[in-house]
């Protein structure tokens, strides 16, 4: 994680053959629940300023997690750019929670492999946030889990 967001806060992952409910409470769609194998969540904090999470979803097969992807919810797209396999990587228009309503943030949703998740990095306003901060992330979590995939250690950095 780069520097300034290197305090965990969380990290879980749910084999839903153990919990199923699990999933719908990550809030994933009932359909990709149904096929789903796990489910994550990864955030990190500076505690001040700025929180990243980092949430995956597995699926049996390439094909599945693709057809899930197709199916996302769209409504907050704002565009997309490649990701570093070349698959299509989405960004997101993030809408402070009705409690928090002096953040503000940005995300993605991406596919790798058998793979999708969202990421969702929010900060204070006037938080000095690198420009290419939500990319660089994005690209380091489709990197790690690329090698993971291929039988690697996974060891890519948003450094």
Not at 100 to 118: I, K, P, S
């Amino acid at each position: 994680m780069p520097a300034d967001l290197s305090m965990e806060r969380t990290v879980h992952t749910w084999d839903l053959t153990m919990d199923p409910s699990q999933c719908q409470d990550e809030e994933w769609p009932d359909g990709w629940c149904a096929r789903a194998g796990a489910v994550g969540l990864s955030a990190f904090t500076n505690l001040a300023d700025q929180e990243l999470g980092i949430h995956p979803v597995t699926f049996p097969d390439e094909q599945s997690a693709a057809q899930a992807f197709e199916t996302r919810d769209k409504s907050d797209d704002m565009g997309h750019y490649p990701g570093p396999a070349g698959e299509p990587v989405y960004t997101l228009d993030l809408v402070a929670p009705s409690d928090n309503l002096l953040w503000t943030g940005g995300g993605t949703t991406f596919r790798q492999g058998t793979v999708v998740g969202r990421i969702e990095y929010s900060w204070k306003p006037g938080t000095h946030v690198p420009p290419d901060r939500l990319l660089a992330v994005t690209r380091m979590v489709i990197q790690r889990i690329d090698e993971k995939e291929k039988g690697l250690n996974p060891t890519a950095s948003a450094r």
